[in-house]
């Protein structure tokens, strides 16, 4: 079984900066692609952005240029670097992690419990 678990939202200004972190823990060989998401009440959740082995992240165009998304495979842990934050990023932010099984070597997807993002003055 694989858990993750979120930390770092929060309420920050217009204009601040939060870095999310995504751990992984349980049966784990590696990580192989994560993403994060986030939903805002009345809307639909959104791909924010993504990761995969190999490959280039890639990025909703409303954070391009803004977040970043990063992974740490010593420490089973995904991180979402967000600065410039605007009222409009304001969302329960979610990680989704594809992991490899220590035991199976079979890839399995998870999903975080989300973290509350607030852009407020």
């Known amino acids: 079984q694989v858990h993750l678990v979120e930390s770092g939202g929060g309420l920050v200004q217009p204009g601040g900066s939060l870095r999310l972190s995504c751990v992984a823990s349980?049966?784990?060989?590696?990580?192989?692609?994560a993403a994060w998401y986030r939903q805002a009440p009345g809307n639909q959740r959104e791909l924010v952005a993504a990761?995969?082995?190999?490959?280039?992240?890639t990025y909703a165009d409303s954070v391009q240029g803004r977040f970043t998304i990063s992974a740490d495979n010593s420490k089973y842990t995904v991180y979402l670097e967000m600065n410039n934050l605007k009222p409009e990023d304001t969302a329960v932010y979610s990680c989704?992690?594809?992991?490899?099984?220590?035991?199976?070597?079979?890839?399995?997807?998870?999903w975080g419990q989300g973290t509350q993002v607030t852009v407020s003055s």
């Open positions: 990761m995969s082995s190999g490959g280039s992240p």
């Open positions: 349980g049966s784990i060989h590696s990580l192989y692609a």
């Open positions: 989704n992690v594809d992991a490899i099984s220590e035991t199976t070597m079979t890839i399995n997807e998870y």
